[in-house]
T-cell receptor, first 111, second 112 residues
Framework: GQQVMQIPQYQHVQEGEDFTTYCNSS?????IQWYKQRPGGHPVFLIQ???SGEVKKQKRLTFQFGEAKKNSSLHITATQTTDVGTYFC???????????WGAGTKLIIKP | DTEVTQTPKHLVMGMTNKKSLKCEQH?????MYWYKQKAKKPPELMFV???????INESVPSRFSPECPNSSLLNLHLHALQPEDSALYLC???????????FGEGSRLTVL
């Protein structure tokens, strides 16, 4: 069945360093969404990418959707403590449009 | 602040208890969802209501019973749960799919 793989599972960075998480789908996606979940919190929608090769920026966050619409990435420049949390990608199933979620990447800022 | 409100925030129940989780949204969204999330895992879809009708039931055990009294409300009735059902239960709403999901803060359930 359709799968969305997300790596890495964890990323430890010093504050000010960059962070990147990657998602790969087993099939072409009509769109991909990104969510952030703070520790103890709930998922919060960040963005949806729809077009092949699309790149969108939100301040220090850059989101990309691959040309084949099978992969996506989220890059954070110069991480801050407020960036801490788990970042999930999610793409819709072909059959019923419900989201398949990646496993998430947890961003940890080293003390 | 979330526009999807869930109550209670925390719930502890025994395996013989009956309890309910409640969710409310006033954004006029057409679809409402129940997700279950275990620690360090992504949300796992349980049920979807579209226009107040159950459209998806992801093979959830019958000890979980959803109800959608109207377009703004979603309940999850719990009965005879097992300790492994302890998790964060998230409600979400969506205007039109596949689009942005608005999550509530969740109900953290502990089954003793």
């Amino acid at each position: 069945g359709q799968q969305v793989m997300q790596i890495p599972q964890y990323q430890h960075v010093q504050e000010g360093e960059d962070f990147t998480t990657y998602c790969n789908s087993s099939t072409t996606l009509s769109n991909i969404q990104w969510y952030k979940q703070r520790p103890g919190g709930h998922p919060v929608f960040l963005i949806q990418l729809v077009k092949s090769g699309e790149v969108k920026k939100q301040k220090r966050l850059t989101f990309q959707f691959g040309e084949a619409k099978k992969n996506s990435s989220l890059h954070i420049t110069a991480t801050q403590t407020t960036d801490v949390g788990t970042y999930f990608c999610a793409g819709p199933l072909d059959s019923n449009y419900q989201l398949i979620w990646g496993a998430g990447t947890k961003l940890i800022i080293k003390p | 602040d979330t526009e999807v409100t869930q109550t209670p925030k925390h719930l502890v129940m025994g395996m013989t208890n009956k309890k309910s989780l409640k969710c409310e949204q006033h954004m006029g969204h057409r679809a409402m969802y129940w997700y279950k999330q275990k620690a360090k895992k992504p949300p796992e879809l349980m049920f979807v209501y579209s226009y107040e009708k159950l459209s998806i039931n992801e093979s959830v055990p019958s000890r979980f019973s959803p109800e959608c009294p109207n377009s703004s409300l979603l309940n999850l009735h719990l009965h005879a749960l097992q300790p492994e059902d302890s998790a964060l239960y998230l409600c979400a709403s969506e205007d039109r799919g596949p689009g942005e999901l608005f999550f509530g803060e969740g109900s953290r359930l502990t089954v003793l």
